[in-house]
């Protein structure tokens, strides 16, 4: 068994070719086909216990590996892997692998799920003190008459500093324009199996009773990135406004990591902290026209949005295909692997700290932020009960995130009440900040004066819904703390 570190990235198949004879190769690469078949039961009970199973044919050669999913995030895998050569594609599950335990009888079940051929190359490149294995793979997913193409890199440090797998990742999208690879070919031919998803939420970190705070915020992060570069591609491909929404939402989460975790990180980062309040803001534009083609109803007024709309989705889609904001997820990606951060005063003291004793004094903080900002609600005014609105935001991400650390069953009990109350908080500060900023946005799209617009700033009466706030606030106050 042995551990692996890698950096995985996208480009476009028109670009495999011209990235290979790039000057930036030097020697011949060394050559195979491969052929893989992926193993599951027809429930995919493989897949669901966090494992992969696959037999590779390269030539002669027979290897089946099991994998194990552990910590991969966000462009950097760590796994762990078993290995073995086998005579034929029939797998060989005996009790050297994990698999027979897992899944008990439901191992006999086991059947091909679908099948990988790629072409792959290999380079042994050396970067300053570094030695990295560069593998370009060209390809396709295939299950039944159903294809999807591959084509992406993967760097794997040999030897010297993380720091150099960035390095020359950016040396290559000089070359040819790079993504951060979020999905394994695993994760992609169980989608190319599976109904195609419109939008991608968040998921829960794995964090346990070891996690110390630094291993939490790496993993925290790389959730993040990999929500929004998994529902940026449902949006380039598809113009989803779920797609939208939750890459907007991821956005928002990995900011509110930086706030959450920053007696650890301290104020390291801020430029990348400011591209990130700077994409979500260009995004905003398109999200707030899908709110209201939502409220439209059928007529001039909702083709005049609907039109907007577009428009809008074409600035995003250009957006994201330019340099600065399809470079923003790598960036951070690179900053959280080369642990800049504790360079910080007592980053890393913090970071040595378990997850769960950080994790508590951080709730407790933004706990009594919207407490405090929320005292007297219905007398503030609609820029202050905005400021009680993001501080509950935070407060939710965090318990999201830290969720995992406090299982005990009265804990787990606590933890439901008190997200089903922040909830209902949140939804009547958010409708109510729908109101006081609906008159700026209608006039920004000029479309104030429109017939119907008046019905579009926002659901309810203000009086309604301020009343509404303020006993949400109040049975959040009554809330019993989960951790």
């Known amino acids: 068994m042995a551990d692996e570190v890698e950096l995985k990235l996208e480009i476009a198949s028109e670009d495999g070719e011209k990235f290979a004879a790039s000057d930036l190769l030097a020697g011949a690469a060394k050559s195979v086909r491969q052929i893989s078949i992926y193993f599951d039961t027809p429930d995919h009970d493989v897949a669901n216990a966090g494992f992969s199973l696959r037999i590779r044919r390269s030539g002669k050669k027979r290897i089946q590996t099991i994998k194990a999913d552990g910590v991969s995030a966000a462009g950097l895998f760590i796994r762990s892997e078993w290995e073995r050569a086998v005579a034929s594609d029939t797998p060989v599950l005996d009790y050297a692998t994990p698999l027979p335990s897992l899944l008990a009888d439901k191992v006999d079940a086991i059947i091909p799920a679908f099948e990988v051929e790629i072409d792959r190359r290999k380079w042994n490149i050396v970067e300053g003190d570094a030695i990295i294995e560069l593998v370009l793979d060209r390809g396709q997913i295939m299950v039944g008459d159903r294809r999807s193409p591959v084509c992406e890199i993967e760097l794997e440090l040999k030897a010297g ?244 650390l406090f299982e005990r069953k009265g804990e787990k009990r606590r933890y439901k009440r008190f997200i089903k109350t922040l909830e209902a908080l949140q939804d009547q500060l958010g409708a109510l900040n729908d109101l006081a900023t609906a008159p700026a946005l209608l006039t920004r799209l000029g479309i104030a004066e429109s017939p119907g617009a008046d019905e579009l700033g926002g659901n309810g009466k203000r009086a309604r819904l301020v009343e509404a706030a303020a006993d949400a606030y109040e049975d959040f106050i009554d809330t019993k703390r989960f951790w």
Not at 187 to 194: F, H
Not at 262 to 267: E, L, S
């Open 161 to 404: 500093d993380p720091a150099a797998l960035f390095a020359f990742a950016r040396r290559i999208d000089a070359i040819v324009p790079l993504r951060l690879g979020v999905l394994s070919k695993s994760e992609r031919g169980y989608r190319l199996i599976q109904t195609a998803p419109t939008k991608v939420s968040a998921h829960a970190v794995t964090l346990g009773g070891d996690t110390t705070a630094g291993e939490a915020f790496g993993l925290i992060v790389q959730s993040c990135i990999r929500q929004f570069r998994l529902n940026e591609t449902l949006l380039l491909a598809n113009r989803n406004a779920d797609a939208l929404h939750q890459a907007r939402v991821a956005l928002r989460r990995l900011r509110s990591a930086f706030s959450i975790f920053k007696p650890m990180v301290g104020d390291a980062a801020m430029d990348l902290r400011a591209e990130l309040r700077w994409l979500a803001s260009e995004l905003g534009n398109a999200r707030d026209l899908d709110v209201l083609l939502k409220r439209a109803e059928g007529g001039p007024l909702y083709e005049r949005i609907a039109a907007m709309r577009e428009t809008a989705y074409d600035q995003v889609c250009e957006l994201l295909s330019a340099t600065r904001a399809r470079s923003l997820m790598f960036d951070v990606t690179a900053w959280i692997a080369t642990a800049n951060w504790q360079e910080e005063a007592g980053g890393e003291r913090q970071a040595n700290r378990p997850a769960r004793d950080f994790a508590a004094k951080a709730l407790d903080r933004f706990r009594r932020k919207v407490k405090r900002k929320g005292r007297n609600l219905a007398a503030l005014d609609d820029e202050m009960r905005h400021e009680v609105r993001k501080s509950a935001k935070k407060l939710r991400y965090a318990a999201e995130f830290f969720a995992p």
